[in-house]
């Protein structure tokens, strides 16, 4: 696999053209790969594949090591090179060399992620809320994970498309439009909330409960929105305005933003036609009224996509979204965040769409699942009515983090204070869901979210904004371009530091490809660990001058290292803090 990590590349490049020079078209399948060295007094990384070769060639890995690292001359990257044990090739980088290349990094674009993507274009579905209801904690993961991705396809070099496909057509808006007319205040219908609709619901929903002809109301409302009676597209225009306004109000805390709002309302109109594509491909058959699309031969049960009232089901406007999406906008793919009980959902839909040749590479349709969030006491469910709303959660994490900024006796104007607060909040709440792999449930606690030391959002905060300050006062000392100096790496800890730092862009390109952004913030709590032992190690201002240039270059990269990375998982980089 290629790893896209430099130094490896160049290392395994290196090694397969002394084993080619050494052994011609015999060793013409061997692929070698060198990683980290296990222990650095082994040098900075190692090569173990020559044992692979003892049966090819007859001969003893050592022997066959020793050979090919004769074979060709050792090329300036490599300072030392040595046949170990067995057959081990040990690899120690020039300092030299690296400088170079990390300098490379530094100056380039966005440190140096290359463009994978080519303006290929990615549909990412993702937070996609229901309307009519507040966000509670349960959006907090499609909404935070979806937007990392959108941030890391669109660095890789994709055309992205973050589509919210809202929940805003179905069948609870023939409920909520009676309980809007009966149960509202005219005050509270003059100056509508969110909160109002989800109260005039629930009071609806239990009359109806209670009372069939109130349900025969709701349901007679129900069909006339659903014909285009004017009074009632109205009002739930209205609901929908209304809802997108309050979750907006979310996104601008959360720095999220889409291009495209098509909720499921868009796709309203093509839900009968889906239908008669599948039964004209012999897909879709009646079943007591209703239409199903059978999936047995594909191990999946029975896929609903009309019922017996002739109302369409989730799946078909899923069909109907694909159909869109790929007519108007060839994707390369099409990815959609959501937990994962809807994984069964997604795995119907996608059989149907390959079936009738929607989607012809496999590759294409994802899902992107999560496991849920939970505090220590349960889950957050809207069933048992104890749901946390994501305003309310992003005020008590910003509440937090103000008392850490007011413990510590700054001197800020209260705005910034503020404005302070509300990114290590923010940033710790985002953290603490992306340093986990998408795929596990996370037990959430403010100790662990808001923790100084250890692997969290405030910690590489602090850590960013304390180099900041670090190149402010080289700045008032010095006053040249840190990255302009040159960089000497003489120390272990500033090569594994340097070495650290050839790593950002494979980190990125990996936590795109494999939908974690977890993959970009281990990295990004790993280089804050090796700057740490780096910076206790290595007095920075106080060195001689090529010495202090040196380690304050490495500084400054690592500084831009950590912001480019924590922007591509929407947390905030406040310089002083
Ligand atoms: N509105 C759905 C929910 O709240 C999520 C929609 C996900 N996207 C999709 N195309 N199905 O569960």
Not at 163 to 177: A, E, S, V
Not at 268 to 277: G, I, R, Y
Not at 493 to 511: G, I, N
Request: glycine share 6%.
């Amino acid at each position: 696999m290629n790893t896209l990590n430099l130094c490896e590349n160049a290392l395994s490049d290196y090694i397969k053209q002394a084993f080619t020079a050494a052994f011609g078209d015999a060793v013409a399948d061997f692929s070698p790969r060198v990683q980290p060295a296990t222990d650095p007094k082994f040098g900075d990384f190692q090569c173990n594949d020559s044992m692979q070769l003892a049966k090819t060639l007859h001969r003893p890995p050592r022997a066959i090591a020793e050979t090919a690292v004769k074979a060709i001359p050792v090329p300036e990257m490599i300072e030392k090179i040595e046949v170990a044990g067995p057959g081990f090739i040990n690899l120690t980088v020039s300092p030299n060399w690296l400088a170079g290349q990390i300098a490379n990094l530094a100056t380039a674009p966005h440190f140096g992620i290359p463009d994978i993507g080519q303006g290929r274009t990615v549909v990412i579905d993702y937070s996609s809320p229901n309307a009519a209801k507040q966000m509670h904690i349960g959006h907090i993961r499609s909404t935070v994970i979806g937007n990392a991705l959108d941030r890391l396809y669109r660095a890789t070099g994709f055309h992205v498309l973050a589509d919210n496909h809202i929940g805003d057509w179905g069948t609870q808006f023939g409920i909520l439009i009676e309980g809007y007319r009966n149960f509202l205040t005219e005050e509270q219908r003059g100056n509508l909330t969110v909160a109002d609709l989800e109260q005039a619901y629930v009071s609806s929903y239990n009359r109806a409960k209670e009372d069939p002809e109130w349900m025969d109301t709701c349901r007679r409302e129900l069909v006339k929105l659903q014909q285009g009676d004017a009074e009632n597209r109205a009002i739930w225009k209205k609901f929908i305005d209304i809802s997108i306004e309050e979750f907006n109000r979310m996104y601008r805390r959360l720095d999220v933003s889409f291009d495209l709002w098509r909720g499921e309302s868009y796709y309203n109109d093509q839900l009968a036609d889906v239908v008669e594509t599948l039964k004209t491909c012999g897909l879709a058959e009646e079943s007591d009224g209703a239409q199903i699309v059978r999936l047995e031969d594909e191990g999946l049960p029975v896929c609903l996509i009309q019922k017996s009232d002739g109302g369409f089901n989730y799946a078909t406007t899923d069909i109907a979204t694909v159909r869109s999406r790929v007519t108007e906008f060839s994707p390369y793919r099409i990815v959609y965040v959501t937990d994962e009980r809807q994984q069964l959902h997604f795995k119907q839909f996608f059989t149907i769409c390959r079936k009738i040749g929607l989607s012809t590479d496999p590759d294409q349709l994802v899902h992107v699942w999560f496991g849920l969030m939970r505090l220590p006491e349960g889950t957050f469910s809207t069933r048992q009515g104890n749901v946390i709303k994501l305003d309310d959660l992003l005020n008590e994490a910003v509440r937090r983090a103000r008392e850490i900024i007011d413990s510590g006796n700054r001197e800020m104007p209260e705005s910034e204070k503020a404005e302070l607060a509300e990114a290590i909040g923010i940033g710790a709440i985002k953290y603490a869901d992306l340093s986990h792999d998408p795929q596990t449930l996370i037990v959430f606690t403010w100790e662990k979210a808001m923790a100084l030391e250890g692997n969290s959002g405030p910690y590489l905060q602090y850590a960013y904004a304390r180099i900041c300050s670090l190149l402010d006062k080289y700045a008032e000392q010095v006053g040249t371009d840190p990255l302009k100096n040159r960089l000497l790496l003489d120390s272990p800890a500033e090569k594994a530091l340097a070495l650290k730092l050839t790593q950002f862009p494979a980190a990125v390109v990996r936590a795109a490809e494999a939908y974690k952004p977890s993959i970009l913030a281990d990295y990004l709590f790993t280089l804050a660990q090796n700057y740490s032992s780096f910076y206790q190690r290595s007095p920075i201002l106080k060195s001689k001058p090529t010495v202090r240039d040196s380690r304050i270059c490495l500084c400054a990269m690592t500084a831009a290292a950590l912001s480019e990375g924590l922007h591509l998982l929407g947390i905030r980089t406040p310089s002083r803090i």
